[in-house]
């Protein structure tokens, strides 16, 4: 199987400008997952996907967006970009959620550079 | 809050030999994972080796195994016969067992060196 996928893979935007990111995840998981990762906060939690639904989110602005298409591809969106908005942007998917043991598989990020 | 720290931003270990990365976390649950992920450069982020709180047996993966002291709520990793390979940032992970909404908290990470 394909692993996960995400488009680009590198971004320079400019303040106030907004980004869309993509992530498509193995083939027949469900749930997508996104992280930014920062040198100085390591990773954090943006928010999951399962079904088309936002089922959890972390502790980010309004600016940070996302939705998820009936072929449980993601996309997330930042308005408004900040300079602190540039980070490694990854997505995880996993087959099911509510299996807190399971393994989350990773793409290999959309490095975001806000000039 | 749950949280996970990682007390050595940077490591460095002599090929072949063997390293432990610390790991500690606070948290009042009973039930919970802990997992070790091994982020190489430029290339995407594995699970290395689980760990079930409620099972008292140290979790091993070939050359990777843990150090889990629930009581001390300590999760160390160790890496014997350290290999080029085993180059990368290692994240310790945690998430509640009971909740399915619950996230995956991430400690900051432990950047690995090894020394030819």
């Known amino acids: 199987k394909a692993g996960v996928t995400q488009t680009p893979r590198y971004l320079i935007k400019t303040r106030g400008q907004q980004v869309t990111l993509s992530c498509s995840p193995i083939?027949?998981?469900?749930?997508v997952s996104w992280y930014q990762q920062t040198p100085g906060q390591g990773l954090q939690f943006l928010f999951e996907y399962f079904s088309e639904t936002q089922r959890n989110k972390g502790n980010f602005p309004g600016r940070f967006s996302g939705r998820q298409f009936s072929n449980s591809r993601s996309e997330m969106n930042v308005s408004t970009l900040e300079l602190g908005d540039s980070a490694l942007y990854l997505c995880?998917?996993?087959?099911?959620?509510?299996?807190?043991?399971?393994?989350?598989?990773f793409g290999p990020g959309t490095r975001l550079l806000v000039l | 809050a749950q949280t996970v720290t990682q007390s050595q931003p940077e490591m460095s270990v002599q090929e072949a030999e063997t390293v432990t990365l610390s790991c500690t976390y606070d948290?009042?649950?009973?039930?919970?994972?802990l997992f070790w992920y091994k982020q190489p450069p430029s290339r995407q982020m594995i699970l290395v080796i689980r760990?079930?709180?409620?099972?008292?047996q140290n979790a091993t993966e070939n050359r990777f195994s843990v150090n889990f002291q629930k009581a001390a709520k300590s999760f160390s990793l160790k890496i014997s016969d350290s290999q080029l390979g085993d180059a990368a940032m290692y994240f310790c992970a945690y998430r509640r067992g009971m909740n399915r909404d619950d996230k995956i908290i991430f400690g900051k990470g432990t950047r690995l060196h090894i020394l030819p």
């Open positions: 083939s027949g998981h469900r749930s």
């Open positions: 995880a998917s996993a087959p099911q959620r509510g299996r807190p043991g399971e393994t989350q598989y």
């Open positions: 760990q079930e709180a409620y099972k008292q």
């Open positions: 948290t009042s649950e009973s039930d919970y994972y």
